[in-house]
């Protein structure tokens, strides 16, 4: 456990020397960043740790936590579906996109499957409007112009890859 914190507290070191000396809770994101790699999710003693070492307060973490749709708060799957439900997408069948994957995955928004594959998520402005409706998986691939069809192949391959 020494060794994971030692290499954790060097990996906020680095990111903090990014910054002036004076402004180094400007790696708060960053921190947020490794410990979600880590663990895959923020949890109260990350957020105190992160807290400390930036001399900032647990609130000031905090509140970057919840604010970004990136930080997970608690446990997710191997692939966490966000939605976009903005009203762009929501004018072109977001929350139907969205209503469709609870049923195809059996869950509901903020819930993971049963199995650990899948976490579904609701969220705000992806940034690709014109493209919606939209998803973004596990915080990195953009899928766009999701129909029934295309959801049911992502989900499939999703499945068939098993998180590899």
Do not use: W
């Not at 923020?42 to 509140?63: C, N």
Request: with cysteine; charged share 25%; hydrophobic share 40%.
């Amino acid at each position: 456990m020494a060794n994971n914190l030692d290499s954790r507290i060097a990996r906020f070191a680095r990111e903090v020397a990014k910054y002036p000396a004076e402004r180094k809770q400007s790696a708060v994101m960053a921190c947020l960043a490794i410990v979600q790699q880590e663990q895959g999710y923020i949890d109260d003693a990350a957020t105190r740790q992160i807290a400390d070492y930036l001399a900032i307060s647990v609130m000031a973490v905090h509140e970057v936590t919840t604010f970004y749709n990136m930080y997970n708060q608690s446990p997710v799957g191997k692939f966490k579906l966000n939605v976009c439900t903005n009203l762009p997408c929501q004018l072109r069948e977001g929350v139907d996109t969205l209503k469709y994957l609870e049923k195809v995955l059996g869950v509901s928004v903020g819930e993971t499957t049963k199995d650990g594959m899948f976490t579904l998520q609701q969220s705000e402005c992806l940034g690709a409007c014109a493209d919606s409706p939209v998803m973004l998986v596990n915080d990195r691939s953009m899928c766009s112009f999701m129909t029934k069809d295309r959801i049911d192949s992502l989900i499939a391959g999703l499945r068939e890859t098993g998180g590899k």
